[in-house]
DNA sequence: TATTGATTTCCAATTAATTGTAATATATAA
DNA sequence: TTATATATTACAATTAATTGGAAATCAATA
């Protein structure tokens, strides 16, 4: 979340507003005025997603889409000024991947941001959808596919964390990790937290799944080092 | 996963930037620049989805799809220039399973291959029952041709929307979709609205499927992920 | 084409569930 | 036994889902 948006417009008043509406929104915005001040700032900020004029001095947004599209894969919505420009931004050139027709709501605007956005976090995780999807060992079974986890048969209600860490865990079984890893791997390398976090989720993760019984068969502890999945 | 694509148009413009787009989502694909060239790729690679434009030279799209059809069922999704040609495809009855009138985002572009996947994989995947047009679950019974839906022989007026999210999730009982999933299938490719939609849908329709008793029993919630039907 | 009613969407307040933190207890190895 | 690592617990902070109501949109009918 907290996405970082670049405006490149050289006509300042709109870039302006528009940026003033998405900090509204809660996103992080840069404005740059021209078209090559536009792909110099994608270097510095590499943002998730680009607002790009395609009327500007300098450089035109054809050109810069071009240039940003060399490195970067981001989405890039392109403000066209007349509907004749509309067919060069779809048809012909270089894979913008959505636009909007000025004048425009900033309703609308906003709502393309989201959209746009979405799509990219959206891509990201569906495509391990068709990945193999089941793993078992003894009487569990984990379908990544329907985050469901099931012991002899008896679905056991696991929250988000705990299905990712066993899911991460389970899919590299007898291998150790430590928490270091953990959190980078479960909880994404911007997380911050401390490192306890880990032996918690583990702790509620056993008490879901293991058998109460003292002995912990799946996920085991390696002292000093970490855990992992056991499997035979 | 990792499906291949192969797109057949003449204008190369088009036809590389497809490419491009759908290589960013993670797809294999392969392009033909006329219709001829297009038939030979087919047996070549014998991809998953074929992308096919109908204006071409030597061979049109609709030439192509006949020969694509005697041999293959993947889905094939045409482009056409002008609005007349939709009729063409939709009335010929040749067997294309989806269309797009240029000129047309990315953004639909891949909404639309995706879903045109998924359900390739879905009625691969799951029982006979798929092409049942009747669903039945405990005292639930939809029927998707009537448009009825009855819960305990008893008739609920489901407004349209309602009734599509019900039968989206009804037909692909027990899966997961997120809000992102479940917009672009129910409410469409071009769809800009605020996510928060899928919920209160969910709740209207709930509100009448549902016993009333604070328990859901068909349509649940996998928090973090998205919304299931469940189905015995 | 107005008018009215139904549907749909948007928004944000409320409620619910999850997750992180910190403090304490327990186990383990030197 | 002592020092260190891990496990457990309770509570606070955070995040997500549900809900109600207002506003906008759509559709039917006068």
Redesign the interface.
Known sequence: MDSKILVIDDEKAIADIVKFNLEKEGYKVSTAYDGEEGVQAVENIIPDLVILDIMMPKKDGFQVLKEI?MKY?FPVIMLTAKEEE??K???????????ITKPFSMR?LI??V???L??V???NF??????DSIITSEDLVIDL???EVKKSDKIIEL??REFELLKFLATSANQVFSREQLLEEVWGYEYYGDIRTVDVTIRRLREKIEDGNGEFKYIITKRGVGYYFRRA
Not at 89 to 99: F, H, M, P, Q, S
Not at 126 to 131: G, L, P, V
């Open positions: 599209r894969k509309v067919d931004v779809l048809g012909l050139e270089l894979g913008a991947d959505d636009y609308e709502a393309r989201k959209a746009n979405r799509r976090n959206y891509s569906s495509n391990s959808e068709n990945t596919n329907k985050y929250t988000l």
